[in-house]
T-cell receptor, first 119, second 116 residues
């Protein structure tokens, strides 16, 4: 079963506009973490933002915010004021906790969304 | 304060040769995770190691692949008798230990393996 689903293979946005990248997840674990990464054409994985399942507020990091809707099991990434340098592949990932409450770092990734920012 | 260091960045091997990929975790980190990214796909978990122990190798192919994280030195992902299908980017991530939060979030720059 697919645990992380990114339904948008590609997205386009005009420079300075906001864009939302979708991510839904599936888990029966009440304690989990959700991550977003950016992978530019150079290939490295750049950590953007993290949301814990028990966090009351949506995570924000500069121009990045995570629209966390727990009941719908969605964790969409919102990029405000898009810049040309935001053009990249974006991955959503989930870390589930082992039974017993301790977590470890094994991440499950979605297929990714290619974002293209137009001038 | 160096991040997760992987080397080499690019590795070319002929079919049948061995590939050795190295990962030096961030300072103070004793847990290492290896992931593989095939072209046009997301990262797939391979193995989780602590110093001198393999904790979870559920994502490792049954044959030709092995990983270690010795007491001293980097973690090594070893692929014996490489085939064209092993061509991929291999990423390493490290963490200081089991815990909550985003501590396991940081990856190395990856090793791009090409099998010719």
């Amino acid at each position: 079963a697919q645990k992380i689903t990114q339904t948008q293979p590609g997205m386009f946005v005009q420079e300075k506009e906001a864009v939302t990248l979708d991510c839904t997840y599936d888990t029966s674990d009440p304690s989990y973490g959700l991550f977003w990464y950016k992978q530019p054409s150079s290939g490295e994985m750049i950590f953007l933002i993290y949301q814990g399942s028990y966090d009351q507020q949506n995570a924000t990091e500069g121009r990045y915010s995570l629209n966390f809707q727990k009941a719908r099991k969605s964790a969409n990434l919102v990029i405000s004021a898009s810049q040309l340098g935001d053009s990249a592949m974006y991955f959503c990932a989930m870390r589930e906790n082992r039974a017993g409450g301790t977590s470890y770092g094994k991440l499950t990734f979605g297929q990714g969304t290619i974002l293209t920012v137009h001038p | 304060n160096a991040g997760v260091m992987q080397n080499p960045r690019h590795l070319v091997r002929r079919r049948g040769q061995e590939a050795r990929l190295r990962c030096s975790p961030m300072k103070g980190h004793s847990h290492v995770y290896w992931y593989r990214q095939l072209p046009e796909e997301g990262l797939k978990f391979m193995v989780y190691l602590q110093k001198e122990n393999i904790i979870d190798e559920s994502g490792m192919p049954k044959e030709r692949f092995s990983a270690e994280f010795p007491k001293e030195g980097p973690s090594i992902l070893r692929i014996q008798q490489v085939v064209r299908g092993d061509s991929a980017a291999y990423f390493c991530a490290s963490s200081p230990g089991v815990g909550q939060g985003a501590t396991e979030a940081f990856f190395g720059q990856g090793t791009r393996l090409t099998v010719v």
